[in-house]
């Protein structure tokens, strides 16, 4: 069976299309240049060179116009949607919610017109679109985000204050945006559809990258937010605030069983293996006792400050449809560390 993957040069989308691969499925991956073919060759191909013949590349400059994906349908079983802007230039709000929600009605409505074969499209939310406070919190402890919640507040926001709005909550609302659209349109076209939808809600997701930047600076946001954090002097307020995230690898793995388990079909994925604070994960990489561990280059921070977290994204329901088991925090967290240490 051959899988169409939006955004395939992304640091996520990477992982999906090399476990297709290992797993003996065929791939279409859609970039939006042919540059970005050329990197993408280099890195799968020429590495693995058996995959070569069952790796193909589409290129799709904008994914929002009508149409766009007619051609790259085609021929597929299924469908991972990955593109999304992360991060944009100007404050305007439309820079990420355009591209998000009329990327994936694009793409839906060509699934609809010209993808006969598709029985599954796996589109990436964001575990932000599950932050809601609408719902009072009915157990003590830890604030729990669970599948049931929409990020609301971020579309009221963004309606409210617009450009200014923080970039965060953009984006919350660009996701949120794009995955009710997306749940929308199924139940639409219901009559008309051969497939159906689930989405995948990831936390700040970190682990080895299998992209080739030359630095551990120039990586996708979220990568780069858990390098600044780790190697920034941070003030203790941040250091004792809660991280929830996930390995890459875990990611890739949801994407994969969301496509071929039955039950996942018209559900929602919370997808987060941790919940921590930023002080245990530097903790875990002084215990890795990691060669970049240093005052100068790897502050240590305050091993004393308390570790209890505010919130977290309930998994059980990742754990037992999707089947996933999550990596340990010290496993990621060392395998992070160590790509950063081979990219110098
Ligand atoms: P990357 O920045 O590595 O990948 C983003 C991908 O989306 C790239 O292929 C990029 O293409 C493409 N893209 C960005 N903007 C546009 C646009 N305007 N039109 C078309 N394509 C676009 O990030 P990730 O791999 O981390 O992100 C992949 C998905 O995962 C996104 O949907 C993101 O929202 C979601 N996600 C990520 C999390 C994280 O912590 N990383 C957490 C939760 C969700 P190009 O290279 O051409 O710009």
Redesign the pocket.
């Known amino acids: 069976p051959k899988v169409l993957v ?9 992982w999906i299309v090399r476990l297709l691969l290992e797993k003996g499925y065929a791939v279409r991956g859609a ?3 042919e540059e ?1 073919v050329a990197a993408l060759t280099d890195a799968f191909g020429k590495v693995h060179s058996e995959w070569s013949d069952r790796l193909e590349w589409a290129v ?1 400059p ?3 116009k009508d149409g766009a994906f007619d051609e790259s349908v085609k021929g597929v079983e299924a469908i991972v ?8 230039t100007t404050d305007d709000p439309d ?1 990420y919610i ?3 929600v009329n ?1 994936t009605l694009s793409l839906l409505t060509s699934a609809l017109k010209h993808g006969s074969g598709v029985k599954r499209v796996a ?6 679109a599950a932050v809601t406070f609408k719902t009072p919190q009915a157990e003590p402890g830890p604030l729990p985000f669970r599948e049931t919640g929409w990020a609301e507040e971020a579309i009221e926001t963004v309606k409210k204050d617009g450009a200014k709005t923080p970039d965060s909550i953009k ?1 919350r609302a ?2 949120t945006l794009a995955e009710r659209a997306a749940f929308d349109f199924v139940e639409k076209n219901k009559d008309k559809l051969s497939w159906d939808i689930s989405t ?7 682990g080895p990258n299998l ?1 080739a930047p030359k630095s551990p600076e120039v ?5 780069n ?1 858990f390098y600044r954090s780790l190697f920034t002097n941070e003030p203790e307020e941040f250091l004792k605030s809660t991280i929830c ?2 390995d ?1 690898r875990d ?1 890739a793995q949801a994407h994969l069983s969301s496509l071929v388990k039955e039950a996942a079909g018209g559900q929602r994925f919370l ?1 987060s293996g941790h919940a921590t604070t930023w002080q245990r994960i530097r903790d875990v990489a002084y215990d890795i006792n990691h060669v970049w561990y240093s005052d100068e280059i790897l502050p240590r921070g305050n091993p004393d400050l308390p570790r209890d977290i505010v919130y977290f994204f309930d998994n059980n329901k990742s754990r037992d449809v999707l089947g996933i088991e999550y990596e340990s925090l010290e496993k990621t967290v060392g395998d992070t560390m160590a790509d950063f240490e081979g990219r110098g």
Do not use: F, Q, W
């Not at 939006?6 to 990477?14: L, R, W």
């Not at 949607?81 to 944009?88: C, V």
């Open positions: 939006t955004g395939a040069n992304g640091y996520i989308a990477m970039v939006r240049s970005k799709v904008d994914i929002t949607h990955t593109a999304a802007p992360l991060d944009t820079e355009k591209p998000s990327g589109i990436t939310s964001s575990c932000t984006y660009a996701k995948l809600l990831p936390s700040v997701v970190i992209g990586l996708n946001a979220s990568l937010r995230s996930v890459v990611v997808v």
